[in-house]
Structures are given as structure tokens and as C-alpha cells.
């Protein structure tokens, strides 16, 4: 029989302190198109959405950046397993590669604010061959993440401090808001 390791003397370091956090959402901020290079605090951004799914910055620049990962990776994976356009299956018909990359970034492009699928969609770009080896099922499944119609809204909607908790789905019109 097997004994189990001695874990009191193991250490877990917290990957995303307070600080570091602040350096990705800086990076974003700070983002400039004209010189769209991403960084390690960039990618290190959106490895953390995809893990915590906490979309930090303005919508704006996040896009930005998240667009450029995008083409990144659309292009990485296209370069190593070219995208097959035309009828694959029965049930399947591909477009051609640059028609349906240009569809999926004027689907992001027409966001006013993250889709609710934002998280999904970082762990697609962040670490694509994790679930897909071929370029055209990735971009199926970033383009399936994209067709929703439902997005993050950012509300200044807050409760007061005398309002009672609800349990999600429970309805009282005596419910107490202010806006700030």
C-alpha cells in the first residue's frame, strides 16, 4: 500500500495577485493599435479571463486586444493545418477561409460589450489546440461562441444596504435600487 505524500510543507502560489492583475488591465489600457504587438501582460490578461472569466477594463481596448489574438491564432492554426473550404460532409459545408475569418471579427467588432460567452472565447484563442486540431472546427467553435445575441451589461444599478438578499429568481416589487 502506497503512502500518501507529506503536502504540509507545499506552497501554493497565488498566480494573479492584486498587483499583477493591475499590470494586465495597465497593458489593456494602454493598448495601442497602430503598434499591435501583443505582450506578456496582454497574453497574460487573457489567460486570465479565461480562467476567472472577470472581463477588467473598458470594453473598448479589451476587444481590441482580443481581436488581434484572434487573427493570431486563426492565422497560426491555418498556417499548420489549412483550413479545408467546401463540402467536408453531408451535413458540413466550409466557407472559404478568409470569407468566414472576416465574418468572426466583424462578429466581435458589432459587441457594444462582451458577449456572455467572452470567458469561452478567451479559453478558444488562449489555448486553441486543447480542444481542436483542425482550423476549420476552431473557427466554427469561436464562431458559435460569437452567435449570441446576449452580452455583459455593465449596470450602476446597486442595491442598498437595506435591501434584503433574494434568491435568484424571486421577484419583489418592493425592491429598493439607487442609481449612482
Same mark, same amino acid.
Given at each position: 500500500?502506497?503512502?500518501?505524500?507529506?503536502?504540509?510543507? #507545499?506552497?501554493?502560489?497565488?498566480?494573479?495577485?492584486?498587483?499583477?492583475?493591475?499590470?494586465?488591465? /495597465?497593458?489593456?489600457?494602454?493598448?495601442? +493599435?497602430?503598434?499591435?504587438?501583443? !505582450?506578456?501582460?496582454? +497574453?497574460?490578461? #487573457?489567460?486570465?479571463?479565461?480562467?476567472?472569466?472577470?472581463?477588467?477594463?473598458? @470594453?473598448?481596448?479589451?476587444?481590441?486586444?482580443? #481581436?488581434?489574438?484572434?487573427?493570431?491564432?486563426?492565422?497560426?492554426?491555418?498556417?499548420?493545418?489549412?483550413?479545408?473550404?467546401?463540402?467536408?460532409?453531408?451535413?458540413?459545408?466550409?466557407?472559404?477561409?478568409?470569407?468566414?475569418?472576416?465574418?468572426?471579427? !466583424?462578429?466581435?467588432?458589432?459587441? $457594444?460589450?462582451?458577449?456572455? !460567452?467572452?470567458?469561452?472565447?478567451? +479559453?478558444?484563442?488562449?489555448?486553441?489546440?486543447?480542444?481542436?486540431?483542425?482550423?476549420?472546427?476552431?473557427?466554427?467553435?469561436?464562431?458559435?461562441? #460569437?452567435?449570441?445575441?446576449?452580452? @455583459?451589461?455593465?449596470?450602476?444599478?446597486?442595491?442598498?444596504? $437595506?435591501?434584503?438578499?433574494?434568491?435568484?429568481?424571486?421577484?419583489?416589487? /418592493? !425592491?429598493?435600487?439607487?442609481? +449612482?
Amino acid at each position: 500500500m502506497k503512502s500518501k505524500p507529506d503536502l504540509s510543507s #507545499l506552497t501554493i502560489e497565488e498566480p494573479h495577485h492584486n498587483d499583477e492583475i493591475n499590470a494586465y488591465v /495597465q497593458a489593456v489600457e494602454n493598448f495601442d +493599435e497602430e503598434n499591435a504587438t501583443l !505582450t506578456e501582460d496582454l +497574453e497574460k490578461y #487573457l489567460n486570465h479571463v479565461a480562467k476567472t472569466g472577470h472581463i477588467l477594463g473598458t @470594453w473598448k481596448k479589451v476587444q481590441k486586444v482580443f #481581436l488581434l489574438k484572434m487573427k493570431q491564432t486563426m492565422n497560426e492554426f491555418f498556417e499548420k493545418n489549412p483550413y479545408k473550404a467546401g463540402k467536408i460532409n453531408p451535413n458540413c459545408e466550409n466557407d472559404d477561409y478568409h470569407e468566414m475569418k472576416d465574418r468572426l471579427i !466583424t462578429l466581435i467588432d458589432d459587441f $457594444d460589450s462582451p458577449p456572455f !460567452t467572452f470567458q469561452r472565447l478567451c +479559453e478558444l484563442i488562449t489555448n486553441p489546440k486543447k480542444n481542436y486540431s483542425k482550423c476549420e472546427k476552431f473557427m466554427r467553435a469561436v464562431e458559435k461562441n #460569437l452567435m449570441v445575441v446576449t452580452s @455583459w451589461s455593465y449596470s450602476n444599478i446597486k442595491r442598498t444596504s $437595506d435591501t434584503p438578499c433574494k434568491v435568484n429568481g424571486t421577484f419583489d416589487s /418592493q !425592491t429598493h435600487y439607487t442609481s +449612482e
